[in-house]
C-alpha cells in the first residue's frame, strides 16, 4: 500500500496563499470524507489542524482551510506567517480499520 | 489538561525487544481508540497499530504484523506497544496518539527508539 502522494515542497511569501496537494486513490480519498492534515515543527509532535476534510479544531485559524475533489485533497494556508513554516502531513481512512499518511510536505515562509 | 507521556524507548539491538509506555490524563481514556504512529529520522510519519476502546480489536500495518502488539488498561489509563523482533528500520521516533473520528487529535512528546548492534 503506497503512501499519499504530496509533493515534498511548496513555498510563499508572508501575506499570500500556499495550496499543498494530497493525491490517493479512488479507494481511500475519493471514497471517505476521512482526511485530516497535520502541521508538525521541528523537534515537535505534530499537531491536528484540520479534520474530516475540511473542519478545524478549536484555536486553529480560520486562514488555513481544507478541502478535496475526487482522489486529492488540499489543504490552504492563507495570509503566511513566519510561524506556518513547517512540515504538513495528510493522513486519509482506506477502510478495513486502517488509515495512511502521505509522504510530508516542507512548507518554506520566504 | 489533555495529555499522552509515552516512556520506553532505548537502544535495543536487532532482535531484541522493547516495550513502549503511555500514560494518559486529562480525558476518559476508555472512550477513545488510541494508535501509535512512527516517525524515522528525517522522515514521515507512518501509521503503526491501533486498538479500539475495549481492546478487542487491534489493527497493525503490515510491517510490524506478528512482531508487535498494542495493548491498553482503561483502568490504568494506559496504551503499550510489545515490539519484539526488532529490526533497524524500526529505528524511530514513537508517538502515542489519541484517535477521534478518524482522527490523531491528541498526541504525545515521543520516545525514541534505536535499533543498533
Known amino acids: 500500500q503506497s503512501a499519499l502522494t504530496q509533493p515534498p515542497s511548496a513555498s510563499g511569501s508572508l501575506g499570500q496563499s500556499v495550496t499543498i496537494s494530497c493525491t490517493g486513490t479512488?479507494?481511500?480519498?475519493?471514497?471517505?470524507?476521512?482526511v485530516s492534515w497535520y502541521q508538525q515543527h521541528p523537534g515537535k509532535a505534530p499537531k491536528l489542524i484540520i479534520y474530516?476534510?475540511?473542519k478545524r479544531p478549536s484555536g486553529v485559524p480560520d486562514r488555513i482551510s481544507g478541502s478535496k475533489s475526487g482522489n486529492t485533497a488540499s489543504l490552504t494556508v492563507s495570509g503566511l506567517q513566519a510561524e506556518d513554516e513547517a512540515d504538513y502531513y495528510c493522513?486519509?481512512?482506506?477502510?478495513?480499520?486502517?488509515?495512511?499518511f502521505g509522504g510530508g510536505t516542507k512548507l518554506t515562509v520566504l | 489538561e489533555v495529555q499522552l507521556v509515552e516512556s520506553g524507548g532505548g537502544l535495543v539491538q536487532p532482535g531484541g525487544s522493547l516495550r513502549l509506555s503511555c500514560a494518559a490524563s486529562?480525558?476518559?481514556?476508555?472512550?477513545?481508540?488510541m494508535t501509535w504512529v512512527r516517525q524515522a529520522p528525517g522522515k514521515g510519519l507512518d501509521w503503526v497499530a491501533n486498538?479500539?476502546?475495549?481492546?478487542?480489536?487491534?489493527h497493525y500495518v503490515d510491517s510490524v504484523r506478528g512482531r508487535f502488539t498494542i495493548s491498553r488498561d482503561n483502568a490504568k489509563n494506559s496504551l503499550w506497544l510489545q515490539m519484539d523482533s526488532l529490526r533497524a528500520e524500526d529505528t524511530a521516533v514513537y508517538y502515542c496518539?489519541?484517535?477521534?473520528?478518524?482522527?490523531?487529535?491528541?498526541w504525545g512528546q515521543g520516545t525514541m527508539v534505536t535499533v543498533s548492534s
Open positions: 496518539v489519541r484517535h477521534s473520528g478518524w482522527a490523531f487529535d491528541i
Open positions: 486529562g480525558f476518559n481514556f476508555s472512550m477513545y481508540w
Open positions: 486498538i479500539v476502546q475495549d481492546g478487542s480489536q487491534k
Open positions: 479512488s479507494s481511500d480519498v475519493g471514497t471517505y470524507k476521512y
Open positions: 474530516e476534510v475540511s
Open positions: 493522513n486519509a481512512y482506506t477502510g478495513s480499520n486502517n488509515e495512511m
